[in-house]
């Protein structure tokens, strides 16, 4: 069992900067994959970002304005977010996962075990 504690979330004008942060409970947390992953109102939940043993995965709406993170010492990892924009609004979910036989299985909700309870995110024009 992982428990998973999102922070960091808040309002923020477009353009602005904020940084997420999920703890995890799990003594082994080097062992998992990690993913962000975000719901906006009226949406289906969607992939943000994985951070692997040896990669990192970004959806193509936040490259090169997001980047994940982990310090396994601390077991947390995080999502620096940057140019934010109001279509950046939503709950963020951070999540845990197994080992998979490709990176690409990391990108699919259905593929994580855990979840934390999100965080909100709002972005204002």
């Known amino acids: 069992q992982v428990q998973l504690v999102e922070s960091g979330g808040g309002l923020v004008q477009a353009g602005g900067s904020l940084r997420l942060s999920c703890a995890a409970s799990?003594?082994?947390?080097?062992?998992?994959?990690m993913g962000w992953f975000r719901q906006a109102p009226g949406k289906e939940r969607e992939f943000v970002a994985a951070?692997?043993?040896?990669?990192?995965l970004y959806a193509d709406s936040v490259k090169g304005r997001f980047t994940i993170s982990r310090d396994n010492a601390r077991n947390t990892v995080y999502l620096q977010m940057n140019s934010l924009t109001p279509e950046d609004t939503a709950v963020y979910y951070c999540?845990?996962?197994?080992?998979?036989?490709?990176?690409?299985?990391?990108?699919?909700?259905?593929?994580?075990?855990?979840w934390g309870q999100g965080t909100q995110v709002t972005v204002s024009s």
């Open positions: 999540a845990s996962a197994g080992r998979k036989s490709g990176d690409y299985y990391y990108a699919r909700s259905h593929e994580y075990d855990y």
């Open positions: 951070i692997t043993w040896t990669s990192t």
């Open positions: 799990a003594r082994t947390f080097s062992r998992y994959a």
